[in-house]
């Protein structure tokens, strides 16, 4: 298969890249999974269902996550030291709480259980979300040739809204910036944006597969199989790597 590769900008004051939660806490990885940029992706093109042929085809092509963090020049000799990441923002959700569950209305707005009925008690559900505050990513994206100009196209007039992980994740900066027919082009053109931006530099990278001895390996289950009602996933091998 030919394949391209898509530079995507993810930038936003918050972000949220779930790969195992579930109920009432919803954690955040500290980089983009790729379930997440695939959603993002088939959210672009107005792909909605299941979509397990599209799926397949991308399933196995690579990933590579670049995370960029603020220097600051040091007060006398000019140098350049990291700031500090700001830790992830906690967001409290109380869902379904204060509502009269004798109103008609209101009582649309308490949570049911999964037969209809009222739950016991007030039905309110407690959940903790997690976010990162004022991250910057650059992603390569691996896809086939062909479809390159259509993911372009869709990210540049996205069908559905996207979002970098939740909804209310807006980003803040143009998402596509250009299609390269290697990966080192593609991570060479995020570089100068970075640049561009000021006081920007890498924090670490997130590879695909086991590609460094000197990295961390992780196994997350973040290759979409099937989205829709019933999502389902696989398992990948990633390895992080600090610029320190």
Request: charged share 25%; aromatic share 10%.
């Amino acid at each position: 298969m030919n394949t391209s590769f898509l530079l995507l900008w993810l930038e936003a004051p918050l972000q949220s890249w779930g790969a195992d939660s579930k109920f009432g806490r919803r954690d955040s990885l500290y980089f983009p999974t790729k379930s997440g940029v695939t959603g993002l992706l088939l959210c672009a093109l107005g792909a909605s269902g299941e979509q397990k042929d599209l799926l397949a085809r991308l399933a196995d092509l690579r990933q590579t996550v670049v995370s960029y963090m603020r220097v600051k020049k040091g007060k006398e000799d000019g140098s350049m030291e990291k700031v500090g990441k700001e830790p992830l923002l906690m967001d409290f959700h109380m869902i379904g709480s204060g509502y009269d569950d004798s109103n008609p209305w209101e009582t649309l707005l308490i949570p049911k259980k999964s037969d209809g009925k009222k739950p016991v008690g007030t039905g309110t559900k407690m959940t903790y979300r997690y976010y990162l505050q004022d991250a910057k990513f650059a992603v390569v994206l691996e896809v086939p040739s062909e479809l390159a100009a259509v993911f372009a196209e869709a990210l540049q007039n996205p069908v559905y809204d996207v979002y970098l992980g939740r909804k209310n994740c807006v980003p803040t900066d143009f998402m596509y910036r250009g299609t390269f027919g290697s990966e080192n082009l593609a991570l060479s053109k995020a570089s100068e944006i970075a640049q561009e931006k000021d006081f920007l530099v890498e924090d670490f990278r997130v590879l695909h597969g086991e590609q460094s001895d000197d990295g961390y390996v992780m196994t997350l289950n973040d290759i979409p199989v099937q989205f829709g009602e019933i999502k389902r996933y696989r398992d990948r091998r990633v390895t992080v790597i600090s610029n320190e």
